[in-house]
């Protein structure tokens, strides 16, 4: 019996990087490895993105372009009512290749996946919807701005962009949310046609299942399935006589936006220095926030200490730099930069956030701080630079965590015993995976 054939349906990918895009690539090549027939479906955002080409060995079929291309030019009403109808020509498209695939794998539960839905209850063919957020976080404060810390809350540069600002607080979507705000007969509908597919709903993290709750979206089939990491590519620095170079080094891989909580860490950064002035801080990484993340490191006196590399292809050569990772998100879905760090037998300090609190045990293979506290975290990371036993011990057992439940390979086995179970082929699978974690919840 040949394979299930799989459409893997994602609002943005390569070359835009990002969490999902990364996860979407690494899946989809895989199981092309594997012998499965897998492609990616996606949004043409620009010019320069072909409307079919191949990347990493993944056929990558792009649509809408003369709808999306440029739209950010547009008014803002304008702007939605583009995507609203790029959504629908990405329906006609799933409509029409339906005879090509077996499996609608959406990344994301918004509008897409409720055609993607119809689309399957239609044809009968198979769907699994991938949340990729465990749900908005609320930051309070008077306004939206960077964390103050030390600093003059008055100055103008402290401020993020206004469209970050919901009733006083900024805020991020999660799935749920972007549903629920339009409004309850939008849900309703949601909850219908998710039935009606038998749907399975995967879930990356626990608290992704909390978020299900909070919304009263429980369905029949949840599943969780966390992001995996290569351990082939990420793994730890066979340079091992150079461990000394790198004590006093710290490595933050991320984006440079207001969700990543760079400007927390840099006002944990600037205790630190009075600390331990010999420490450095890498921040690999680009985004909106970059310029003014650059002028909070030299209101703070960090420019000495702290480099900014921007993107950077090989990331696991830029994590041996260092000893320790940080991430000081202030929300994450299962944040991937965690699992490369703790593969290459880095020992991460990490807000408490979705997919974090999951993988780093506090005190066995990494720290967890919360989230806005920089004090918290400007101790945590001295407690590991004064003690490089515990870092190193930390590394080892945070590259077994990884090596235990955080494999691709792991994973994969996991998607592949899905994909059989809801093609009626898991009989294939029973003898050689074990039984994937399934919540099951009445309707």
């Known amino acids: 019996m040949s394979e299930p054939r799989i459409y893997i349906v994602i609002s943005t990918f390569f070359p835009s990087v990002g969490g999902a895009e990364n996860q979407a690539l690494l899946q989809s090549s895989s199981l092309r490895k594997s012998g499965y027939e897998a492609t990616v479906v996606t949004f043409r955002h620009s010019r320069e993105w072909l409307p079919r080409e191949v990347v990493g060995g993944v056929p990558v079929l792009r649509v809408a372009g003369m709808l999306l291309i440029d739209r950010w030019k547009r008014p803002r009403l304008l702007q939605k009512l583009l995507f609203l109808m790029a959504i629908l020509v990405l329906g006609w498209t799933l409509w029409q290749q339906r005879r090509n695939y077996d499996i609608l794998h959406v990344y994301n539960l918004g509008v897409p996946a409720l055609i993607a839905a119809l689309i399957c209850r239609l044809s009968g063919k198979a769907l699994i919807i991938a949340i990729r957020s465990a749900g908005s976080s609320t930051v309070s404060g008077a306004g939206p701005s960077l964390h103050v810390g030390s ?52 879930v990356l993290s626990s608290r992704m299942k909390k978020s299900l709750l909070a919304y009263d979206f429980t369905l029949p089939d949840i599943q969780l399935i966390p992001n995996g990491v290569d351990i082939n590519r990420f793994k730890p620095d066979p340079e091992a006589a150079a461990l000394s170079e790198r004590e006093q080094v710290v490595v933050c891989i991320s984006g440079l936006r207001y969700e990543k909580g760079i400007d927390v860490l840099l006002q944990a950064w600037s205790l630190v220095h009075q600390q331990a002035p010999q420490a450095r801080l890498i921040i690999v990484g680009r985004g909106t926030l970059e310029d003014q993340l650059k002028h909070m490191a030299q209101a703070l006196g960090l420019t000495d200490c702290v480099e900014f590399t921007g993107i950077q292809s090989d990331i696991p050569a830029q994590l041996h730099r260092g000893s320790i990772m940080v991430l000081p998100s202030r929300w994450e879905g299962m944040p991937n930069a965690v699992l490369e760090a703790m593969a290459c037998g880095l020992p991460c300090v990490a807000t408490r956030v979705s997919g974090s609190e999951d993988i780093i045990q506090h005190g066995v293979n990494g720290l967890l701080v919360e989230v806005e506290d920089h004090q918290g975290m400007a101790q945590a990371l001295l407690a590991l630079l004064r003690e490089p036993p515990l870092v190193q011990k930390y590394g080892r057992a945070a590259r077994a965590t990884v090596e235990r439940h955080y494999s691709l390979e792991q994973v994969m086995l996991s998607y592949k015993e899905l994909y059989a179970r809801v093609t009626g082929r898991s009989e294939e699978y029973t003898s050689v995976l074990p039984p994937s974690k399934i919540y099951q919840q009445s309707s």
């Open 151 to 202: 600093l003059d809350a008055s100055a103008a540069w402290l401020r993020v962009d206004e469209r970050l600002r919901a009733n006083g607080q900024v805020r991020v979507s999660s799935d749920l949310e972007a549903l629920a705000r339009m409004g309850k007969p939008v849900m309703r509908l949601a909850r219908f046609l998710l039935s009606s597919t038998h749907a399975v709903i995967v």
